[in-house]
C-alpha cells in the first residue's frame, strides 16, 4: 500500500503547486463575474490543526449523532460559498459503502470538513491508498480515519467466499483478494462472531498499513497526523476506537 517516491517535502508542494494552479485556473474561467470570498473560515468553529484536535471533533460530533441533539454545522449557504473557492478538510475518512454508514452524518460535519473515500470493507489498493494520502500530502489534513462497521455485507461475502472456496462473480472477486489478510487472522482467532472478527481485522490492518506506509510514516513520526481505525455500531451509531488514537 506504499505510495510512490521518497521526496515527501518536494511531492507535497508539487501536489500542492498543482492544485493552486488548477484553482486559480477555474477561477479565471468563472463566468459569474462574483468575487471571491473573503479568506476568513466561514466555519461554524475554527478549523483543527492537530490530530487530537481533529480526533476530538469527530468524537464529539459522533455523540451527537447517538444523541440525537445534533448542530449540522458547515451546511449553510454562506458555507457553501467559501468552500467553492478552496476546500482544506480537517479529516480524512475510508469507510465502507454501506448505506447506513454515512461519514459525515454520524460524525455530525457539514461542507469542506472530510474527504470521504468508500470502498466496500474498506478494501485498498493504490488509488485507494492515493486518496487517502491526498489530504494530508497536500493540505495537511491531521486525522485520518478507517471506518468498519456492524453487519458488514462485503466483509460476510467475503469471509463465505474465502471459506467455501468459491470465488464472487465479476469484480467482487477483487474485494475478496483484498479482504484475504483479515480472513486469515480471522481463522486464527475467530471468537464468536467471525464475521464481526474478520470486519475488526480489517479495520485494524488497513489502519496499520496506512500508518507505515512510506509517504504517510513520516507525517506520524513527526506528530502531525494520527491514523485511527474505529468501528461503527449500526445499533447504537456509537463509533468505537480499536487502534491508534492521538493523546
Known amino acids: 500500500m506504499d505510495g510512490a517516491g521518497h521526496g515527501h517535502p518536494d511531492r507535497r508542494a508539487l501536489l500542492a503547486g498543482g492544485l493552486t494552479v488548477a484553482t486559480a485556473a477555474l477561477a479565471g474561467c468563472s463566468s459569474t463575474g462574483a468575487a471571491p470570498v473573503a479568506a476568513a473560515d466561514a466555519s461554524s468553529s475554527p478549523r483543527p490543526t492537530t490530530p487530537a ?5 469527530l468524537m464529539d460530533g459522533n455523540a451527537r449523532w447517538v444523541s440525537g441533539d445534533l448542530q449540522h454545522p458547515d451546511r449553510d449557504p454562506n458555507r457553501r460559498q467559501f468552500v467553492a473557492q478552496e476546500q482544506k478538510p480537517f479529516g480524512a475518512v475510508l469507510a465502507c ?6 461519514p ?18 474498506e478494501a485498498v489498493g493504490p488509488v485507494v491508498t492515493g486518496s487517502v494520502e491526498y489530504g494530508p500530502m497536500t ?48 481463522v486464527r482467532a475467530p471468537g464468536k462472531d467471525p464475521v464481526d472478527t474478520m470486519a475488526r ?21 513527526k506528530g502531525g497526523l494520527a491514523v485511527v481505525g474505529a468501528y461503527y455500531s449500526l445499533d ?12
Not at 485494524?204 to 513520516?218: E, I, W
Open 97 to 102: 459503502i454501506d448505506s447506513r454508514v454515512p
Open 53 to 57: 484536535a481533529a480526533f476530538e471533533r
Open 139 to 186: 493540505s495537511g489534513t491531521p486525522l485520518v480515519v478507517v471506518l468498519g462497521h456492524q453487519r458488514c455485507g462485503a466483509v460476510e461475502a467475503s469471509y463465505k467466499s474465502l471459506r467455501d472456496g468459491e470465488p464472487l462473480p465479476g469484480n467482487l472477486e477483487a474485494i475478496v483478494r483484498a479482504l484475504r489478510p483479515a480472513y486469515e487472522q480471522t
Open 236 to 247: 447504537s451509531g456509537k463509533v468505537e476506537v480499536l487502534s491508534g488514537a492521538p493523546s
Open 201 to 221: 481485522a480489517q479495520v485494524k490492518l488497513t489502519a496499520a498499513g496506512l500508518r507505515t506506509n512510506r509517504d504517510l510514516a513520516p507525517l506520524v513520526a
Open 104 to 121: 459525515e452524518l454520524l460524525f455530525d460535519t457539514g461542507l469542506g470538513d472530510l474527504y470521504v473515500m468508500r470502498t466496500g470493507g
